[in-house]
């Protein structure tokens, strides 16, 4: 994707309207409910967060990842991409470039519905695997879809003992 001018880089504050637009356009068909501008404005804020964007030869923006980030345990909260980039790397750029900014041994958990199976086999390509199910977690007016809960790393309890 290099070769397409593909940018990767944290977001301004200011493009907080743009995040929401694109989110709204990935999740909207969905059951999950699209995230306002002002909720990104209070997440990009806040110091546990981690976000980057993608912009395609300096185009308007076409991916984005958002995480949430305590010490050695991190967890996507979002990934996506503008349905006119899928299947150009975006995505997988974007995680390589999250991975790129945590401390080694940090574990990461994220949640995927169980038929998205785009996502789940590009998580799966990274080392996720399954480690619990969320019956229901994606409301919608059928029940719900279940979501699988990925992870990725090493847990808190795999860590040697001090002393």
Same mark, same amino acid.
């Given at each position: 994707?290099?070769?397409?001018?593909?940018?990767?880089?944290?977001?301004?504050?200011? $493009? @907080? *309207?743009? #995040?929401?637009?694109?989110?709204?356009?990935?999740?909207? &068909?969905?059951?999950? %409910?699209?995230?306002?501008?002002?909720?990104?404005?209070?997440?990009?804020?806040?110091?546990?967060?981690?976000?980057?964007?993608?912009?395609?030869?300096?185009?308007?923006?076409?991916?984005?990842?958002?995480?949430?980030?305590?010490?050695?345990?991190?967890?996507?909260?979002?990934?996506?991409?503008?349905?006119?980039?899928?299947?150009?790397? $975006? @995505? *997988?750029? #974007?995680?390589?470039?999250?991975?790129?900014?945590?401390? &080694?041994?940090?574990? %990461?958990?994220?949640?995927?519905?169980?038929?998205?199976?785009?996502?789940?086999?590009?998580?799966?390509?990274?080392?996720?695997?399954?480690?619990?199910?969320?019956?229901?977690?994606?409301?919608?007016?059928?029940?719900?879809?279940?979501?699988?809960?990925?992870?990725?790393?090493?847990?808190?309890?795999?860590?040697?003992?001090?002393?």
């Amino acid at each position: 994707m290099a070769d397409k001018g593909l940018r990767i880089e944290p977001p301004p504050d200011f $493009v @907080a *309207g743009h #995040l929401a637009r694109l989110h709204e356009v990935c999740f909207a &068909p969905l059951p999950e %409910t699209p995230w306002s501008a002002h909720a990104f404005r209070t997440l990009l804020r806040l110091p546990t967060t981690r976000a980057l964007i993608a912009c395609a030869n300096d185009q308007e923006i076409s991916g984005l990842l958002v995480a949430r980030v305590a010490g050695y345990e991190a967890e996507i909260l979002t990934l996506c991409v503008a349905p006119a980039m899928r299947r150009e790397g $975006v @995505a *997988g750029a #974007l995680l390589g470039q999250f991975f790129e900014m945590l401390e &080694p041994d940090t574990r %990461t958990l994220l949640e995927v519905a169980v038929d998205n199976v785009v996502a789940i086999s590009l998580y799966e390509s990274f080392g996720f695997t399954p480690v619990g199910r969320r019956p229901g977690y994606y409301g919608g007016p059928t029940g719900g879809t279940d979501a699988v809960v990925y992870a990725l790393g090493r847990r808190a309890s795999d860590n040697a003992p001090c002393g």
